[in-house]
């Protein structure tokens, strides 16, 4: 894949790795609308691009870097930073919230999904998609429940 654009759209809570200390997975939407996700990414180099103190900083900015697609992943989504030290590593720009979240809505709602039923069956083989926007044609339930100040939302699917 080599060097490639991707606007950051998610970034997961850090998780401790014998191999590399402290890791996050990031996903983000490649200027094609696909999805990719880039694993491991440290959390010490992304310590190093807050700003503001927060992971969240870190989100809706457009970066480039070269990736190589991760051999030990059947999910084609998944790629690794070619260089683990990030030294190619380029923060292009963040796209801001402006205008109702506009422009980031232009570039992450280019391919939603509808039907489950669909986006479930493109998740097995031969495709094996695993990231994807879906969008509920309705929400049947929606409860949060807190624990130690962290909160967990769950829709519900009702058949």
């Given at each position: 894949?080599a060097?490639?654009?991707?606007?950051?759209?998610?970034v997961?809570?850090?998780?401790?790795?014998r191999?590399y200390?402290?890791?996050?997975?990031t996903?983000?939407?490649l200027?094609?609308?696909?999805?990719?996700?880039i694993y491991?990414v440290?959390?010490?180099?992304l310590?190093?691009?807050r700003?503001d103190?927060?992971?969240e900083?870190?989100k809706?900015?457009?970066?480039?870097?070269?990736?190589?697609k991760?051999?030990d992943?059947f999910?084609?989504e998944?790629?690794?930073?070619?260089?683990?030290?990030?030294r190619?590593?380029?923060?292009?720009?963040?796209?801001e919230?402006t205008?109702?979240w506009?422009e980031r809505?232009n570039?992450?709602?280019n391919?939603v999904?509808?039907n489950?039923?669909?986006l479930?069956?493109?998740?097995k083989?031969p495709?094996n998609?695993?990231l994807a926007?879906?969008?509920p044609?309705?929400i049947?339930?929606?409860?949060?429940?807190t624990?130690?100040e962290?909160?967990?939302?769950?829709?519900?699917?009702r058949e």
């Amino acid at each position: 894949m080599a060097r490639t654009k991707v606007l950051i759209t998610v970034v997961t809570y850090p998780l401790p790795s014998r191999s590399y200390d402290e890791l996050v997975c990031t996903a983000g939407i490649l200027e094609s609308g696909e999805w990719i996700r880039i694993y491991p990414v440290p959390l010490s180099f992304l310590k190093g691009q807050r700003k503001d103190g927060k992971l969240e900083s870190f989100k809706y900015n457009w970066i480039e870097l070269d990736l190589v697609k991760r051999s030990d992943d059947f999910r084609p989504e998944s790629h690794s930073p070619q260089n683990y030290d990030f030294r190619d590593f380029k923060q292009i720009t963040k796209i801001e919230t402006t205008g109702n979240w506009r422009e980031r809505k232009n570039q992450c709602l280019n391919n939603v999904y509808t039907n489950l039923t669909n986006l479930i069956e493109l998740s097995k083989s031969p495709s094996n998609v695993s990231l994807a926007s879906f969008k509920p044609n309705k929400i049947l339930g929606f409860d949060i429940e807190t624990e130690n100040e962290s909160y967990f939302i769950y829709f519900s699917r009702r058949e």
